[in-house]
């Protein structure tokens, strides 16, 4: 073999390595050309000077088997006068690396020449390709001898010619990964080179090895790792990845965004947080496993939790609405409750509006000159509520017309307040009178955080106007502490939100936290008052979601006691440190809170289940069939399939809205990806891990169908698109109609909403032409009948179901009738019945599952209801905690099973056992 091909082969396995970035490029007149259920990408760092270029080629075991043919088109490169093919395999399972013999062509010859038959005669010649010395059966003829089967073919043809490599690897080998790679120099010596990456798993993104097998300890409970069950028929599934189960960490994805936290004092492992749309949650074992707490609890957004100072079983929360504006608020469900039994149940004490706003520390206590114990509780309408009875709260003082309280702190005999409108507060007789303490500070009176020094109790800082202050006399004197900005972060964004002292160590200084928004890991730690700032280190191993964004600054809780020990919410999941914030590592066991939109289920394989979610993306499930004993699971665990920095996204989101999988081909995927209110195609052809957006396919509704046609797989549907040739290119359906529904009879009848209207519309013809139907308010979801192909449900923001019946020929409205109370569908504390989805049971017409959430008056709903007689009655399912809002349900084609999507995670109604 000619000295410049093996120096170039040399050059391209050690310079392109085992990863590699795969943005695109141009190819610069060499071009790959793949069979379709291939997915291609380009090394945009191209160096020809340097003979490295590479492509690479991710396809998953099924794929593979059936379609790895790749083909190096040489047309355009000129007359090439010599060229090598080299085939390096790496088997992660097994630590090492098997290189394929090289092969060198000249003046359009191979070298080495083979001939192993399969029909292949004159210009077309077959070479044989090595591992580990022992010769591979041809791909097609003969058995698979070995774990890997190649062969190369060379065609002649116009110019240059083609080199084809067919690659064949079993479906059972996990772990292995092969590389082609083709050098050619030309006439004129300039030399040029591709690479094949091909994937013998889909274990994870390009560049990455995949993940070696499950390795499940005999005897482990996968089940009680990933669901926690609160009746027999009713489960709360916590999606679990492969390293969370090996090391017997119980599941929870968490994702929803924590405002509140805090730790007894009395009992250190009691811990309560309340997030912004699922209520509240507490921990019996210091952080180790949560589960919901909201028994009675009217409200969806919690933004201050606090435990009485002198009983673990007594907590006070203030509830508030889920989303602004406040006005659409119901005061009769908000405001500030108690709990007596550990947050089991709740009673609402005083009804009040609460400002949504993370980070704030709304609860104090303290007490009055004689000893007796006072509860504080500030509120946007009714300023700061005191009670010396812990039953009764009245409004005290002058702080009505302080606009938003952000921060309460109770020092000795001091009442400290930070308002919007009116900066530090200060009052010495209980809350009655208050003295505005706002000198040194400029730029405004807006204070957000207070901290006061337990070593020093005249030693203070606050977050003011967007810069921290500290003063040293207590607040008679501010000083400038940092300026916006002064603190590291990842984006130049980041504001301070939230300051909090350490418990007073037993010898040295306390440590100062400070919660940064809009940058990742958003905690820093100072331990000389400010003066230097850490960042923590982050074990992220155990995480569900390793790649924090950190979009929000959220509360966090210290340990009263333990000056080293606190909890801290990064992007939702929460963190637990030991040693005073130098190090974090996950402690969000059970803790769930993916909000679905969609499963995909497969017939074929009970536990192979996709989840599309609301700002998370994609996870996938991992089917436990071979466990120990030969048990398996009921659950499966999960792996996420969109642990990403930066792509895939669209517009910097990354929410997905259903799935679609090409009947031909499990590993040929399409999802719409992006924000809730604007979503592009995106494609991926090897069962999820890299996705290619069909930017040309915008959708401007979330609300949208995404699906096969179950007799023609080259028809696809895709909200206002369709594709006629399985997504080569795409149309619109009709201008203005959004398709939201395909009846299971007929798949040529589909169901739209037009664009901007209430107006619900039918066509016959996959879309070509549509007919009116009906108009109904806010109009979410339609659930055409599995049995009728003229009658669907509709499912609404703010009312009960509606089942609509048309008149088979002319389409007209035969039947359009409302349920609700009357039928047993119950209201949220806010009067209303909002049921946005209607499943019906595949196997059972009269079986029916309904449920949604109160988006209107934010607001919990009691759960899910079920009906056996076509709706005609319904009753609800007891057992779902949290506050009840569901946002997709579907049958399980195979099993007893309702999947049922909240904000609290994913829930599995096993209905037989009911």
Known sequence: MRKWATG???????????????????????????????????????????????????ISNSSLVQHGVFQFDLAGLGDIDSAILAVNVKDSNLGQAFTLQAYEMQNTAWVNDQDLGSGLTGNNSVIGLEIAGALVSVAGKGSYELDVTSYVRREQSEGAGKVTVALGLVEQISGRYAYITLATRNADGQDKAARLLVSAQSGGPAGQLPKPAISIPEGLDTDGLTSTRFTPWLSQLHLAKQEQIEAGYKGGEASQYIFSMDVSRSDPSRLVFGTDTTGI????????????????????????????PDDAAVIYALGSSAESPQTWVTPAA????????????????????????????????????AGQKIVYAGTQNDGLLKSVDEIAFFPVGSLTGTGIIYDVEVHGQKVLAATEQRGVLVSGDEGLTWTELNNGISGGKKAISLAVNPKDSGHWLVI????????????????????????????????????????????????LYLSLSATQYNLRVSDDYGATWNKPVHHTELAYMRDNWGFYSEAFAVDKHDSEKLWVPFDDEIYFSGNGGRDFSPSSSGFSGVRANFFLFDPLDEQNIYISAYDRGISRSIPLAQLPGGQRGKFPIFNYLMDDRYAPRFEGQKTTYGLARDPANPDHLFTSIGSWSKVSLAESLDGGLNWTRHEEVINTSNFMVLQYHEEDSDFIYAGRYYSSNGGASW????EGYTVRAISPVDNDVVF??????????????????????????????????????????????????????????????????????????????????AVWSVAQDPHNSQHLIAGGSDQQRMSPLPGFFESYDGGENWSLVPGMEGTGDIWVIQFHPGLPQVWLGTSAGTWIYE???R
């Open 334 to 369: 908000t405001g500030l409750y108690k709990s007596v039994d550990g947050g089991g149940t709740w009673t609402l004490l005083y009804p009040a509006i609460v400002t949504r706003y993370s980070k704030s520390q709304l609860i104090a206590f303290g007490q009055t000159a």
């Open 8 to 58: 170039l082969l040399c050059l391209l396995l050690l310079a392109v390595g085992w990863g590699g970035n795969l943005p695109s490029a141009s190819a610069g007149g060499m071009v790959l050309k793949a069979t379709k259920d291939t997915y291609v990408q380009k090394n945009s760092n191209t160096d020809f000077s340097a003979g490295n270029y590479q492509w690479n080629v991710l």
């Open 752 to 833: 739209a909403v037009r664009t901007g209207t209430n107006d619900i519309v039918v066509s016959r013809n996959r879309g070509l032409t549509w007919s009116d139907v009906v108009t109904l308010g806010s109009p979410r979801t339609i659930t055409p009948d599995a049995a009728d192909v003229n009658s669907f449900w509709v499912g609404r923001w703010n009312a009960g179901p509606h089942k609509i019946t048309m008149e088979p020929v002319s389409g007209q409205v035969l039947i359009n009738r409302e349920y609700g109370a009357d039928e047993g569908l119950l209201p949220s504390p806010s009067g209303n019945i």
């Open 464 to 511: 003011a106007n967007g810069d921290i202050y500290q003063t040293y006399n207590g607040g008679l004197l501010w000083t400038l502490a940092a300026a916006k900005g002064q603190i590291s972060a990842s984006s130049g964004d980041a504001t301070y939100q939230k300051l909090e002292f350490s418990a007073l160590p037993a010898s040295g200084e306390p440590h």
């Open 281 to 308: 949650w507490k921990s019996e074992d210091g952080g180790g496993t949560w589960q919901p707490s909201t028994g009675n609890f009217g409200a969806m957004g919690v933004m201050a939790v606090a435990f009485d």
């Open 911 to 913: 209905y037989e056992k």
């Open 731 to 734: 149309q619109l359906t009709g």
